[in-house]
């Protein structure tokens, strides 16, 4: 079946404008993961959805960043005020089993973010 | 010091060689993860250990938990295995860490 989808594949966006980065998980997953990857960077997890529900959102790195998840299946993660260094790849995985990150993830091909 | 650290951070061998690429933690941890990604960008799962050893084709991981180590080893390298291989790790207060990578190129 269609692996993890993630749209746009690359937004270019103006310092302080929101942003709206969707994801799309394999039909079935209940487990749904958002990371970036800055440029020349690491990769760092952002938050992690077991259903509709995220239980951590430590993770996010700031206020301006939200997530959220319907149906069980598609998630949203909200840039508001888009600044510089948001930009890099934001990557989205999902896996069959709930159990925090104890599963095989599937990945997506990710958004790149430019912020201008 | 990063709580994951990875040896060596950039690799290259000639085609066919057993290649190793080493993982160390200094955090309790419930699971570790290895990650492939490509040149284009793409990231696949490769192995989710939470002991022992697990064997995939000509990869094989292992992980020793009283060492907070794991190796991750390719027989028989091939030019496509050429790639960042990631390290990564959920701590026991459930963050996931990753490590930075190591760059692996196969020589043809």
């Known amino acids: 079946g269609a692996g993890v989808s993630q749209s746009p594949s690359n937004k270019v966006t103006e310092k302080g404008k929101d942003v709206e980065l969707r994801c799309d998980p394999i039909?079935?997953?209940?487990?749904l993961y958002w990371y970036r990857q800055s440029l020349g960077q690491g990769l760092e997890f952002l938050i992690y959805?077991?259903?509709?529900?995220?239980?951590?959102k430590s993770g996010l790195p700031s206020d301006r960043f939200s997530a959220e998840r319907t149906g069980g299946s598609v998630s949203t993660l909200t840039i508001q005020r888009t600044q510089q260094e948001d930009s890099a790849v934001y990557l989205c995985?999902?896996?069959?089993?709930?159990?925090?990150?104890?599963?095989?993830?599937?990945f997506g091909p990710g958004t790149r973010l430019t912020v201008t | 010091k990063n709580e994951v650290e990875q040896s060596p951070q950039n690799l290259t061998a000639q085609e066919g060689e057993f290649i190793t690429i080493n993982c160390s933690y200094s955090?309790?941890?419930?699971?570790l993860h290895w990650l492939q990604q490509h040149p284009g960008g793409g990231i696949v799962s490769l192995f989710m250990?939470?002991?022992g050893k697990k064997k995939h084709g000509r990869l094989i991981a292992t992980i020793n938990i009283q060492e907070k180590h794991s190796s991750l080893h390719i027989t028989a390298s091939h030019p496509r295995d050429s790639a960042v291989y990631i390290c990564?790790?959920?701590?026991?207060?459930?963050?996931?860490?990753f490590g930075k990578g190591t760059r692996l190129h196969i020589l043809p």
């Open positions: 995985a999902s896996s069959l089993r709930g159990e925090y990150w104890d599963y095989e993830q599937y």
């Open positions: 039909s079935g997953h209940t487990a």
């Open positions: 959805f077991q259903g509709n529900s995220a239980p951590d």
């Open positions: 955090v309790g941890i419930s699971a």
């Open positions: 250990l939470s002991s």
């Open positions: 990564a790790v959920r701590n026991r207060d459930d963050k996931i860490i």
